[in-house]
């Protein structure tokens, strides 16, 4: 783990490109979203590394050169996206030469360029509904998501976060032995794998801590510049 944070570390001095790898799950309508995703990719995010997308979907693939698709079947609300952490952890073979790994929603945009500050061993995006705020942290004592009273102090958002990839893995891990561990006792965490996150977020708090720049609402006006947009969406229509 050192000697591998040292290396990147180096990496970046020298100016030299890592290996990215940007997550996305696109399973139904969601697919619709991954074209211009990519598209505003290519022209924003980490544009000095090397990216590739990893994109998991049950629909037909867009081809883009620099994406690997992987099928993965519809789970139904809310496990579409509760179940990410398995979804990525099943595949993470395809990631064992990446440096660096990213999750985003499928229903955003890069409006503006995204550089090196976002690199970092844990990176959490705040949630841009809850700055200064501890948010809408589960509360209930029977979830392993569950924060008490006393801890925490500000919220992260589900839609983009990441790390070195041993990091991650670390995430991905820990997330599914919890929602499994609610599952088992027939507890669905109030929201999810962003719930998971922000207990996780306790227990080993980011290096790297992005302002709602990086998870800015479409129709929202905020004191942050548009870096990555959280897309409108009928959240009904989409679930259909
Ligand atoms: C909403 C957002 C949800 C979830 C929720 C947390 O604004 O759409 O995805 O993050 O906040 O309270």
């Not at 997550?23 to 598209?39: N, S």
């Not at 099943?90 to 090196?116: C, N, P, T």
């Not at 589900?158 to 499994?180: C, M, P, Q, W």
């Not at 790297?208 to 006006?221: G, I, N, T």
């Amino acid at each position: 783990m050192f000697w591998r944070l040292l290396v990147l570390s180096l990496l970046s001095v020298l100016g030299e490109a890592a290996n990215i790898g940007l997550l996305v799950v696109a399973t139904g309508r969601y697919i619709q979203f991954v074209p211009p995703l990519l598209e505003s990719a290519d022209r924003c995010f980490l544009k000095n590394h090397k990216v590739t997308y990893f994109v998991f979907t049950d629909q037909e693939p867009v081809f883009h050169p620099h994406a690997i698709y992987s099928f993965q079947e519809r789970l139904g609300w809310p496990f579409d996206t509760m179940h990410r952490y398995h979804v990525y952890y099943k595949h993470r073979e395809l990631f064992d030469e990446q440096d660096y790994l990213f999750a985003i929603d499928a229903d955003m945009l890069f409006v503006d360029a995204v550089g090196d500050e976002i690199l970092g061993e844990r990176v959490a995006t705040l949630h841009p509904g809850f700055v200064g705020q501890r948010g809408s942290y589960e509360t209930h004592p029977y979830s392993c998501a569950y924060i008490g009273p006393e801890e925490g102090s500000r919220y992260f958002a589900g839609g983009f976060y990441g790390g070195t990839r041993e990091a991650f893995l670390h995430v991905l891990k820990t997330n599914i032995s919890k929602i499994d561990q609610d599952a088992s006792r027939g507890v669905i965490a109030v929201w999810h794998d962003e719930s998971h996150w922000n207990r996780y977020c306790i227990d080993y708090p980011p290096t790297v801590v992005l302002s709602p720049s990086y998870c800015y609402p479409e129709d929202w006006s905020i004191p942050y510049s548009k870096k990555l947009l959280a897309l409108n969406k009928d959240h009904a229509k989409m679930r259909e």
